[in-house]
């Protein structure tokens, strides 16, 4: 059984970094441990770069709060190009895989409050009175009518992250 290292605590990254990997490496194959550790990347990421910075750190942050575990994995979401989408590190003792999750576009009033130093998790809970939107469906819950959630959208990124630890073209 895998040691699963999460770099957060957030219900919806734990549950999709849990399906992709028992999606990848079967069901009841690995432990999660979470970790709350931090990015060094400002609450609300800007750009592509400045995403994946904090994604990257938080492993790095992980690994050194449980260096034995088998892998470490973050989930970082920004904005970026007038939408949100994020980034996801996964680490084992030599390898990395990496993927860009997809992109949700965002409302110009979304965009702009965030311009104004807003984080998107504050402006969809001041949209639709839902607390901690981001620990639940998220935007891309509410903004698709729950075809897609935060937590699904998640899950395929991670599973296109694992790839290298499983293919053997890597």
């Not at 432990?31 to 990421?45: F, K, L, N, R, T």
């Not at 949100?84 to 992109?103: C, L, P, Q, Y």
């Amino acid at each position: 059984m895998y040691q699963v290292v999460t770099a957060t605590k957030n219900p919806a990254k734990i549950n999709a970094i849990l399906h992709a990997f028992e999606i990848i490496f079967g069901e009841g194959s690995c432990h999660i441990i979470a970790a709350g550790v931090e990015s060094g990347v400002p609450e609300q990421p800007i750009g592509s770069a400045e995403t994946l910075a904090g994604a990257r750190q938080r492993v790095i942050n992980a690994r050194e709060v449980y260096p034995q575990a088998d892998f470490w994995v973050a989930i970082e979401a920004g904005i970026d190009e007038g939408s949100t989408f994020s980034w996801v590190v996964i680490e084992n003792s030599d390898k990395r895989g990496e993927a860009r999750s997809a992109s949700l576009p965002l409302p110009e009033a979304v965009l702009s409050a965030i311009t104004r130093g807003e984080t998107l998790g504050d402006v969809i809970s001041a949209i639709t009175g839902i607390e901690q939107p981001g620990r639940k469906e998220g935007a891309i819950g509410i903004f698709t009518k729950g075809a897609l959630t935060r937590s699904s959208v998640y899950s395929q990124a991670v599973v296109l992250a694992l790839s290298p630890f499983h293919h053997p073209a890597w």
